[in-house]
């Protein structure tokens, strides 16, 4: 296999295709932002102490203003016993001495504004840690202040849990505390007890945690499992469904105690917190349809301006029309799409489309497809350098609680999670200490020193995309259009702002394709094309009515008329 070079031609001037500064002024920040989710563990470790931190993460910021990044998202930082590595929350204004300071974070929050970058902070609001001073009142006796801010009930007359819910993270989701001789629910681990939305104090109490973040310069929450926000009042039994899970749980339907229509009275209530500071809300919206996902925005658009579209995630395999189909689904919902191919929770993407020959030029392939789709893309750190999967191999080095629970059928989390390759150096330049978790041998070729020296590395070939997107309105704003729709292995489209168009081709084959490209049907006579980016060594000769495009291959270019 021959190696792909790099092929850019950019014109000089970088300012062709602009979107006119009133329109700019109009749209709201976030919808032509890049945003970077950081696992704040594993991203630069500043105290060599193996764990990354918030200091870490500041001195990295140059890196991120240079690769073309507008926001990050940190997952949760707050202070934690660590049962689920931060998403036990047992304070909401703090920061957790593993990661520093306020101060720090301040500090952080000050350098990032500098470099154009806004701060997106995680925000667990189904749960708190069972170490929460909420928590702990609120356990102490069936008459404490804080009592009705959880989910407290008598268990059944037989000795068992008030209903059949089981946690999503194995076993029953109710708890019996034998300080008062009653259950709680807990839709995740027994350490992370539901809070009760139906409780105004509640809300009030976490509606003041957004404030508070706001006025210290936070632009914005990715709200962690917002769907578990309610449980019925009832709490009727779930129905079971056939098989078994990796826990070797009974398979059950999250009827009662999933995605209530009380989620998006909460949201609306958010969204209006929020919209003075003009800060955004992202959803870790796990939906089963693009109809469920139109929901999350509001019948008003007054609820989530960004819910993830994680059904992306889920599509199996490097399939042309697979991804068409979605993306055709996700527009006819009529709002702003949020593109996503990995984060914390799941697999690489490198790992789950990779074939062990071409990856590289596959992970190129999913980079400019969630870079030129319409909508805002959420990264993955290490997603532009190729970074995948290092997954424990015995129980016994897993780290993540859902892999001790579920082994060997759940492995857990752990291998996505990983300390960013910053080098060649030991521990890949995360720390100089002992990394909390071990690193792939692949650091010695994927990371971010070694793929900024080679302009054929999939980092390059990132930050010649985020360019080219920052600077074309079509790419920004302009509408999505299928092409050549009936084709089994080219993923083609137009991304059109009024004369500005953009063609992109993805070859989803391990094969060379010859295709012609019609675009008649969207009144686009041209066939001429001016090559912008693209992985193929040469592109001489090339028009729409006859394209060759290699194996995996980018094709990027303007239409000229």
Request: proline share 6%; aromatic share 12%; glycine share 6%.
């Amino acid at each position: 296999m021959k190696k792909w070079t790099l092929c850019v031609l950019i014109l000089a001037c970088c300012a062709a295709w602009p979107v006119a500064a009133s329109d700019r002024q109009e749209l709201p920040w976030w919808r032509h932002a890049v945003f970077y989710e950081i696992y704040p563990r594993s991203f630069a470790d500043s105290n060599k102490d193996g764990i990354g931190d918030l200091n870490g993460i500041t001195s990295k910021l140059d890196y991120l203003q240079q690769l073309g990044i507008d926001a990050i998202w940190l997952t949760p930082c707050y202070p934690s016993p660590q049962v689920d590595f931060g998403y036990d929350v047992s304070n909401y204004e703090e920061i957790d001495p593993i990661y520093g300071s306020l101060s720090d974070f301040d500090r952080l929050e000050r350098e990032a504004k500098k470099r154009g970058i806004r701060i997106i902070m995680d925000f667990v609001i189904n749960h708190t840690s069972d170490r929460h001073r909420w928590f702990i009142d609120s356990r102490s006796s069936r008459t404490s202040a804080h009592r009705d801010w959880y989910i407290w009930r008598d268990g059944r007359e037989s000795g068992q849990p008030p209903n059949n819910w089981e946690s999503i993270f194995g076993g029953s989701a109710w708890q019996l505390d034998s300080a008062t001789n009653q259950y709680y629910y807990h839709f995740f681990y027994p350490e992370q007890p539901d809070l009760n939305w139906r409780n105004p104090a509640v809300e009030k109490a976490m509606f003041d945690v957004t404030r508070w973040w706001y006025e210290r310069g936070v632009a914005g929450f990715r709200l962690d499992a917002v769907s578990a926000l309610f449980e019925d009042p009832g709490l009727r039994d779930n129905p079971i469904l056939p098989g078994t899970n990796s826990y070797g749980d009974p398979k059950m339907e999250n009827r009662y105690n999933d995605k209530l229509p009380e989620v998006h009275e909460v949201l609306r209530k958010l969204r209006k917190v929020a919209d003075p500071y003009q800060a955004v809300l992202i959803g870790e919206t796990w939906t089963d349809s693009a109809k469920e996902l139109r929901e999350y925005y509001g019948e008003h658009d007054d609820e989530l301006q960004l819910p993830m579209d994680l059904m992306f995630t889920k599509i199996a395999s490097l399939s042309a029309p697979a991804f068409r189909n979605h993306i055709a689904a996700v527009e006819s919902a009529g709002h702003w799409p949020v593109y996503v191919i990995s984060n914390h929770d799941i697999v690489r993407s490198y790992v789950r489309y990779g074939d062990g020959r071409h990856n590289d030029a596959i992970a190129k392939l999913m980079a400019a497809l969630y870079l030129t789709l319409r909508g805002t893309p959420v990264m993955y750190y290490g997603e532009e350098i190729g970074m995948e999967n290092n997954d424990p191999q015995r129980k016994e080095d897993v780290k993540d609680p859902i892999g001790k629970l579920g082994w060997p059928g759940e492995k857990g989390r752990d291998g996505e999670r990983t300390p960013m390759q910053w080098s060649e150096e030991p521990n890949a330049g995360f720390t100089t200490g002992n990394p909390w978790l071990p690193i792939p041998s692949s650091y010695k070729t994927h990371n971010v020193v070694a793929e900024l020296k080679d302009s054929d590395s999939v980092l390059q070939f990132y930050r010649r995309l985020l360019a080219l997107r920052r600077k074309s309105g079509a790419l920004l704003d302009g509408d999505y259009l299928p092409v050549n729709q009936d084709d089994a292995n080219v993923l083609a489209y137009l991304r059109k702002s009024g004369d500005d168009i953009m063609l992109i081709a993805l070859n989803m084959s391990p094969s060379v394709q010859n295709v012609s490209l019609d675009v008649a049907a969207y009144g686009i006579t041209s066939a001429k094309a001016n090559v912008l980016l693209s992985t193929m060594g040469s592109n001489g000769g090339q028009t729409l009515a006859h394209l060759v495009l290699e194996p995996f291959a980018v094709y990027i270019a303007k239409i000229e008329k």
